[in-house]
């Protein structure tokens, strides 16, 4: 059965990968497909576009957007991003300005705390639009405060951390509405990684399917068989579409493995011509 991978990411944001790489490497591991899904930027697509152009293998337009719930984030992909995205663009753009001026708060406490990084620093490990925390933990790795990323979050980046600083992010409905309103298949990524109270994600699943949501995320790399399982039985309750991805970010990431996860991960070519199916039924292109 061929496989595929509809959530990965690359130097655009907080993947180690230039997006042509990624999708060689994809390529490589005999993938039929792949979404590339960074985190609030498209500045990778269309590079990632023509490497699967020429190499013979579907790239699909993606990306990540953070959003916040009464019980903590919530991620959303949005899959077959058009071309033309501008009312996309501009909340990216906001959403990374936004960035910027976190990590810089993020870097004064760091440095409040006795440690010498600059944002300097940080613009440098990060060779995309959409810099985060893991281009700051790989500042205090080479800086030596750190002995891994692990360390990194959990002494400093995490929400535990002692220069932890919260990221503005959208509302989940509003990101749901703005993807939708795009034509792109709304998915809801990842769903068993937060914990939420249980009955919970239930009843805002719902709640989202009503705003466009159109997809779940039921193959994850940290999503167990039953993780899997809750999922498809979420996505049949409310008539949605199910997808799944490795989550790749390359050397950010390095137990992952595109399109096998931890090894166990399989996404089969069968997820993508049914999400396929699901478009043309609704008039959307592919
Ligand atoms: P940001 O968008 O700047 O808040 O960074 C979030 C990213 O940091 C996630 O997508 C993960 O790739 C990474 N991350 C979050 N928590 C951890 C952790 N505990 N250890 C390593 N990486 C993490
Ligand atoms: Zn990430
Ligand atoms: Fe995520
Ligand atoms: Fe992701």
Redo the contacts with the bound molecule.
């Keep these: 059965m061929k496989l595929i991978d509809l959530h990965t990411h690359s130097l655009a944001s ?1 993947g180690t990968d230039s997006p042509s790489a990624l999708v060689e490497k994809a390529h490589a591991a005999g993938l039929a497909a792949l979404a590339v899904t960074d ?1 609030d930027t498209l500045s990778g697509l269309e590079e990632a576009e023509a490497t699967g152009r020429s190499l013979g293998i579907s790239v699909i337009r993606g990306c990540e957007l ?1 959003t916040g719930t009464e019980h903590g984030e919530m991620h959303i992909l949005g899959l077959w991003l058009p071309r033309e995205a501008k009312p996309l663009q501009e909340r990216l753009v906001f959403l990374r300005r936004k ?1 910027a001026e976190r990590n810089a708060l993020i870097v004064e406490k760091l440095r409040g705390l006795g440690l010498a990084i600059s944002m300097d620093d940080v613009r440098e490990a990060a060779r995309g639009e959409s810099v ?3 281009h700051i ?1 790989d500042v205090l790795l080479r800086k030596g405060y750190a002995k891994d ?2 360390q990194a ?2 002494e400093y980046l ?1 929400s535990r951390g002692k220069a932890f600083v919260p ?1 503005e992010v959208l509302e989940p409905e509003a990101a749901v509405r703005l993807l939708a309103g795009l034509g792109a298949t709304v998915c809801l990524a990842h769903p068993m990684l937060q914990k939420y109270p249980g009955g919970w994600l239930e009843g805002f699943t719902g709640r989202l399917a009503g705003y466009g949501l159109t997809t779940i995320e039921a193959w994850h790399s940290e999503h167990s068989e039953a993780d899997v399982r809750a999922c498809l039985a979420l996505a049949r309750r409310f008539g949605l579409g199910v997808s799944g991805g490795s989550d790749y ?1 390359g050397g ?2 390095p137990g992952i493995r595109l399109g096998v996860g931890r090894g166990g991960l399989r996404v089969g070519l069968d997820v993508l011509e049914n999400l396929e199916a699901a478009r043309r039924a609704q008039g959307l292109p592919c």
Aim: proline residues 6%; glycine residues 12%; without cysteine.
């Design positions: 907080d985190h953070s960035r985060g925390r893991p933990a990323s692990r979050f959990q995490g990221k970010h950010n990431k």
